[in-house]
């Protein structure tokens, strides 16, 4: 049986950035990679935030296969055809060091895996981990698929995505539930980067981004979104399971029913679709986080549930919880102690970083829109007849104008109602 000090489970950014600290504390490091190779089983909106990767690949910006910095961000609420928009442009974001990249993950995560290579890591493809290896007790490697597959380990890093077969295995995690995950489908759509940038209103190479709430998920919690490449755009949705089957909806239609929007079929126009693509996202937030480690063993990423989907953070919680994991691999190993409390620093570190720190402010997000699924099905509806009746110039005294709205709000959902909408989200939120 070949040993290794460090083996990780997937090729994923948190998987790789795992990888990569380990290797520069020294470790003989391995990672078992599901896929053809890594970025062919992976799936995400596509934003890569600087200053978390930097932390990985120093100036990672100068020679990886990114498309665009983002300069631009928007937020986009629909009901119906109307919309409302707002947003958020600043071109300092277009210089170095940047704030986020839109990416094609194919193309990054092979990228990230070199990287890994040149920092002396293995990586072993077309391999399913199925469970891990025990003597006396303890962790000591992992047994795959393959014939005389047993591979042996002083530290296993889970990185395996939000399917946490092996981490519910370990006994760290439980089985996903419909209420924990979105389904989200994507389609990448090739236009001419000139008609991007023009109706997008950016500057040659820039980029720009759009969440859309409301009608773009049919008034499930969930988002759409449209991200600008290089010379195509990424455009999805995302919703949580539970509401999807409830609602009767499939993926594929939520995401026809976002392309059919008025605003997002005028971005779209004349291009060409060159993927399609879907996969689940981790969407249980603090309170679904699983047992992070345990005698030779760390979780990181998507199969901790690490996503913060308010502010639209994933990859950079990945890669941190990775870079951390790797590091406190080396560590332990170096010190000869590879028990549960040495593991325990891992935690320690992650809960000292922004990482649990954000997930742990927003613990009743979740709750509180789940416990009212009226929230994007109603005010969608009564901003934007709020937002026409107040600019439709037709003679009507503002004063009395101002009167209508506050009565069609009020026809809408109760004062009460409103007010306990308003409590609730700040309690939410603060």
């Known amino acids: 049986m070949e040993n290794f000090d460090v083996i990780i489970v997937g090729g994923g950014p948190a998987g790789l950035s795992a990888a990569i600290s380990a290797a520069n504390g020294g470790m003989k490091t391995l990672v078992i990679e599901r896929g053809d190779y890594p970025g062919t089983k992976n799936v995400m909106g596509g934003i890569l935030y600087t200053k978390a990767t930097d932390m990985v690949v120093s100036e990672f910006w100068k020679e990886a296969p990114l498309e665009r910095p983002i300069i631009e961000q928007r937020i986009a609420m629909l009901s119906g055809d109307e919309s409302i928009l707002a947003g958020y442009r600043d071109p300092d974001w277009a210089k170095e060091p940047y704030n986020a990249h839109s990416i094609l993950r194919v193309k990054f995560d092979r990228w990230l895996a070199q990287q890994a290579e040149k920092a002396g890591v293995m990586i072993i493809t077309e391999t399913l981990v199925e469970d891990l290896l025990y003597q006396n007790g303890n962790v000591v490697g992992v047994r795959t698929g393959r014939a005389e597959g047993d591979l042996g380990a002083k530290v296993v890093i889970i990185a395996e995505g939000v399917n946490n077969f092996l981490a519910v295995k370990t006994g760290l995690a439980k089985p996903l539930k419909p209420a924990s995950v979105a389904v989200t489908v994507k389609e990448v759509i090739a236009l001419p980067k000139e008609k991007i940038e023009d109706r997008f209103c950016l500057d040659e190479g820039q980029g720009a981004t759009i969440e859309l709430y409301g009608d773009s998920t049919a008034g499930m919690m969930g988002v759409g979104f449209i991200y600008t490449n290089k010379d195509s755009i990424s455009i999805g949705v995302g919703a949580i399971l539970a509401s999807v089957i409830r609602e009767q909806w499939t993926p594929n239609d939520l995401l026809e029913n976002l392309k059919s929007k008025p605003y997002v079929k005028r971005l779209l126009q004349g291009g060409e679709t ?45 890669m941190i919880s990775g870079k951390i994991a790797g590091e406190v691999a080396a560590q332990a190993i170096k010190a000869g102690d590879v028990s549960d409390q040495a593991m325990a620093v891992y935690e320690a570190r992650l809960r000292d970083s922004f990482v649990l720190k954000d997930l742990y402010h927003y613990r009743h997000m979740g709750q509180f829109f789940e416990n009212n699924p009226h929230l994007l099905k109603i005010y969608p509806k009564m901003f934007s007849k709020a937002a026409k009746m107040y600019l439709t110039a037709d003679g009507t005294p503002k004063k009395q104008r101002q009167k209508e709205i506050m009565q069609m709000l009020f026809n809408q959902r109760s004062k009460g109602g409103i007010i306990k909408d308003i409590y609730g989200a700040w309690r939410a939120l603060l």
């Open 274 to 318: 060159k993927e399609y693509l879907a996969h689940l996202i981790p969407e249980g937030g603090y309170t679904q986080v699983p047992r992070l480690h345990r005698q030779g063993v760390m979780v990181v990423g998507d199969t901790a549930m690490l996503m913060n989907s308010l502010n639209r953070e994933g990859s950079n919680l990945a």
